[in-house]
T-cell receptor, first 114, second 113 residues
Framework: NAGVTQTPKFQVLKTGQSMTLQCAQD?????MSWYRQDPGMGLRLIHY???????DQGEVPNGYNVSRSTTEDFPLRLLSAAPSQTSVYFC?????????????FGDGTRLSIL | SQQGEEDPQALSIQEGENATMNCSYK?????LQWYRQNSGRGLVHLIL?????REKHSGRLRVTLDTSKKSSSLLITASRAADTASYFC?????????????FGTGTRLQVTL
């Protein structure tokens, strides 16, 4: 049972490039979310989804797109990478509405924008 | 914006001692959760306490919640070197169509032999 799997683990991009961070879970969880973690700022919510076909913005959505075509997958797209998006990105899932349930986290994608 | 603020930011203790971390928040909540993060890894859920609960235990962990003071504490008893990690509180609140967790900035715990 893999839980939440994030790929890639590390990535270096140049400013202006685009890329997709992948997140997959095998627990049949309805709720999935993306966070970024920056030093001294904890985790901040980027986007979340309460089920296939439904997404919504979190605290810091600008510069990121998401889609949820299946229950298992919740990719995060950087449209035009900026140095301010250098961060560690975490995907999480839970069985029901997110804040009322324990979250299962992936091991993160460490992203550097040059 | 951060909802939960942990105190202290860093804590260093010896193996066998107890470690206490505190979390304060600003607005009403439905629950509060504590997570552990080992270096280079994702967060791992430790314990969830609902707003109508005052105390919860799980193994060597004890969590208290005081909604009147908008604060929570995490106590790790008889600490071990393996407890070295960052610990985060997260407040949960139902909002409209979904509910959101808001994380604090964390406490870095170092347990030395």
């Amino acid at each position: 049972n893999a839980g939440v799997t994030q790929t890639p683990k590390f990535q270096v991009l140049k400013t202006g490039q685009s890329m997709t961070l992948q997140c997959a879970q095998d627990m049949n969880h309805e709720y999935m979310s993306w966070y970024r973690q920056d030093p001294g700022m904890g985790l901040r919510l980027i986007h979340y989804s309460v089920g296939a076909g439904i997404t919504d913005q979190g605290e810091v959505p600008n510069g990121y797109n998401v889609s949820r075509s299946t229950t298992e997958d919740f990719p995060l797209r950087l449209l035009s990478a900026a140095p301010s998006q250098t961060s560690v990105y975490f995907c999480a899932s839970s069985a029901l509405r997110g804040a009322n349930q324990p979250q299962h986290f992936g091991d993160g994608t460490r992203l550097s924008i040059l | 914006s951060q909802q939960g603020e942990e105190d202290p930011q860093a804590l260093s203790i010896q193996e066998g001692e107890n470690a206490t971390m505190n979390c304060s928040y600003k607005t009403s909540i439905n629950n509060l959760q504590w997570y552990r993060q080992n270096s280079g890894r994702g967060l791992v859920h430790l314990i969830l306490i609902r707003s109508n609960e005052r105390e919860k235990h799980s193994g060597r962990l004890r969590v208290t919640l005081d909604t009147s003071k908008k604060s929570s504490s995490l106590l790790i008893t008889a600490s071990r070197a393996a407890d070295t990690a960052s610990y985060f509180c997260a407040t949960g609140k139902n909002t409209g169509t979904a509910s959101k967790l808001t994380f604090g900035t964390g406490t870095r715990l170092q347990v030395t032999l």
